[in-house]
C-alpha cells in the first residue's frame, strides 16, 4: 500500500485479555517504530525494529508488552493480560532507514474495560 | 536522556493571522534533527517540517518556519496566514543521530484552533 497500515482501528478488550496489534510498513521500509500515545498527551516510544531485528526495547513498559517482526516487514504489538492503564493510541511508523524520515499508520485506539 | 517541553497546551490564532508555538529541549547531543508535526482528530502524524541541528539555516516549508536557536534549545514553529485546516494538536519532536536514538522523543504537544 502507500501508507503504513495498521489494524485493527479500534480494538475493545476486557481486563486480563490478550490482544495483538498489526503494523503494515511501506513497502521497502527497514526501520519499524511502535508508540503509545495516551490521551491528550505526546506519542512515547515503544520498540524499534531494523529488519526482522529488535534493537531497541527500551520503551516497553513491562513484560507483558511484546513485539515481533519475524520476516522483516510485518510487525505485531501483543500485549498480555491487559490492564486499565493500557488503554491509549497504538502508533506504528516506519522509514526506510537510518536518518530517514518515518511515515506514521492512523493507529489503533486500544480500551481495556 | 533527551525530553522535549511545549509550555502551550493550548494556542488559538484567527484565520490569516500569524501564530508561533513555542518548543524547547535537553540534550547533551550535538548531531540531531529536530521535527514538527501536526496530529488532526484523524490521528495520522503528518511531517510539517524538519530541522538538521548542524544547519544554521532555519528551514521553511511554504507557509511553515522554524526559529532554530542551538545555544538556547529553543525550535519555534511559526505559521503565518493560518488556515481553518491548520487546526491540529502539534507536536515538537526531537531525534537524535546516532544509530542507537533512532526513535523520536515528543513533547506534550499544543492544541491549535484558527478562528474564522
Known amino acids: 500500500g502507500a501508507g503504513v497500515s495498521q489494524s485493527p482501528r479500534y480494538k475493545v478488550a476486557k481486563r486480563g485479555q490478550d490482544v495483538a496489534l498489526r503494523c503494515d510498513p511501506i513497502s521497502g521500509h527497514v526501520s519499524l517504530f511502535w508508540y503509545q500515545q495516551a490521551l491528550g498527551q505526546g506519542p512515547e516510544f515503544l520498540t524499534y525494529?531494523?529488519?526482522?531485528?529488535?534493537?531497541?526495547k527500551s520503551g516497553l513498559p513491562s513484560d507483558r508488552f511484546f513485539a515481533e517482526r519475524p520476516e522483516g516487514s510485518v510487525s505485531t504489538l501483543k500485549i498480555q493480560r491487559t490492564q486499565q492503564e493500557d488503554s491509549a493510541v497504538y502508533l506504528c511508523a516506519s522509514s526506510l532507514g537510518e536518518g530517514r524520515p518515518q511515515h506514521f499508520g492512523d493507529g489503533t485506539r486500544l480500551s481495556i474495560l | 536522556a533527551q525530553t522535549v517541553t511545549q509550555s502551550q497546551p493550548e494556542m488559538s490564532v484567527q484565520e490569516a493571522e500569524t501564530v508561533t508555538l513555542s518548543c524547547t529541549y535537553d540534550t547533551s547531543e550535538s548531531d540531531y534533527y529536530l521535527f514538527w508535526y501536526k496530529q488532526p482528530p484523524s490521528r495520522q502524524m503528518i511531517l510539517v517540517i524538519r530541522?538538521?541541528?548542524?544547519?544554521?539555516q532555519n528551514a521553511t516549508e511554504n507557509r511553515f518556519s522554524v526559529n532554530f536557536q542551538k545555544a538556547a534549545k529553543s525550535f519555534s514553529l511559526k505559521i503565518s496566514d493560518s488556515q481553518l485546516g491548520d487546526a491540529a494538536m502539534y507536536f515538537c519532536a526531537y531525534r537524535s543521530n546516532h544509530n542507537y536514538g533512532q526513535n523520536f522523543v515528543f513533547g506534550p504537544g499544543t492544541r491549535l484552533s484558527v478562528l474564522p
Open positions: 525494529f531494523q529488519n526482522e531485528a529488535q534493537l531497541d
Open positions: 530541522q538538521e541541528a548542524y544547519k544554521q
